[in-house]
């Protein structure tokens, strides 16, 4: 399908994943409250061995409508850049550890913070792994993207005050996931070719 003159892919493995992600947030967000809080990462519990759940389940409730629209925005912007990266299943394979990377981020590098909900971690982690991809193929615009993400990890690390509400603990370590699962990707290419 051609729109605004760019090719938008329309098969089923180029759209099937991404939109079930979409999906899967946006249920989740229609879940009752109680049931919201459940998911969310308590990092004392966390801690003390309970819940582990949470260090998955964390990364997939929201916060508001609003937290979800932004995080869904991401996904969308991300699956435009990068559609070659996200056809079929495969590539999703690693999200998980991107998710889990994330949140042990967040609770080892971030006490102040009780409760985490979002999936902007794991979005961090996908621009990353998806641009370094880019590059290590030599498509330059991932140059461009990769360094915007870690560029806004650093300036978060350095500059936001600890009172800020945004996540960027969980923010490197998604990113971090991301750049890890991506040179693993590129070397287990190389000894399968």
Not at 78 to 92: P, V
Request: glycine residues 8%; proline residues 3%; contains cysteine.
């Amino acid at each position: 399908m051609q729109v605004l003159g760019f090719q938008i892919p329309t098969s089923r493995d180029a759209i099937a994943p991404t939109l079930s992600v979409m999906a899967i947030l946006t249920l989740i967000m229609l879940l009752p409250g109680t049931w919201q809080d459940a998911l969310k990462l308590n990092r004392h519990a966390v801690l003390e061995g309970q819940y582990l759940w949470q260090l998955i389940t964390g990364q997939l409730v929201h916060h508001s409508w609003s937290h979800l629209a932004l995080n869904l925005l991401g996904l969308m912007v991300c699956w435009a850049l990068f559609i070659d990266h996200q056809r079929g299943w495969q590539r999703w394979l690693g999200v998980p550890v991107i998710m889990l990377s994330s949140s042990l981020a967040q609770i080892f590098f971030d006490p102040d913070v009780r409760f985490y909900a979002g999936f902007s971690g794991t979005l961090y982690g996908l621009f990353a792994y998806c641009a370094l991809i880019d590059v290590i193929n030599k498509r330059w615009l991932g140059v461009l993207i990769l360094a915007g993400v870690i560029g806004k990890v650093i300036f978060d690390l350095i500059y936001l005050p600890e009172l800020s509400g945004l996540a960027f603990a969980a923010h490197t370590g998604g990113v971090v996931a991301g750049l890890v699962l991506a040179f693993l990707c590129k070397i287990l290419t190389l000894n399968h070719s």
